[in-house]
């Protein structure tokens, strides 16, 4: 993994680990602390979930990228909203279980960033 960043470096090596319903979403400070590390990734003004738009050169790589992203989701069993067209795609994350965003989230917006590094 070539992540500079020790935060993102540290988050793309743990895995998502199971919520219980009813969980504490992270605290405001904590997401904006995260999402200051994470290029790319926003929170709208309500903080329930962290969102990125990737572009891509064309729809192959577009669909290769959504495949990298669902197999990486079924793997950490925490499962993102992906929304693509052509040469973009859309990820959202969120928590249900905890009605907001976790640790998860960041772990997950880590590792699919790390699936496009070099």
Not at 30 to 46: C, D, K, T
């Amino acid at each position: 993994m070539t992540t500079a960043n020790p935060l993102v470096k540290e988050l793309a090596t743990q895995h998502c680990e199971p919520i219980a319903k009813g969980s504490k979403p992270l605290i405001i400070p904590a997401i904006e602390s995260n999402l200051s590390q994470l290029e790319g990734w926003e929170a709208p003004l309500n903080y329930a979930e962290i969102n990125k738009t990737f572009s891509f050169k064309n729809y192959h790589q577009t669909v290769a990228f959504v495949n990298a992203v669902t197999w990486l989701a079924h793997r950490e069993d925490h499962h993102p909203q992906i929304c693509f067209g052509y040469n973009q795609c859309k990820i959202t994350l969120t928590t249900h279980n905890a009605g907001g965003l976790t640790h998860n989230d960041m772990i997950m917006a880590a590792k699919i960033n790390a699936l496009l590094e070099d």
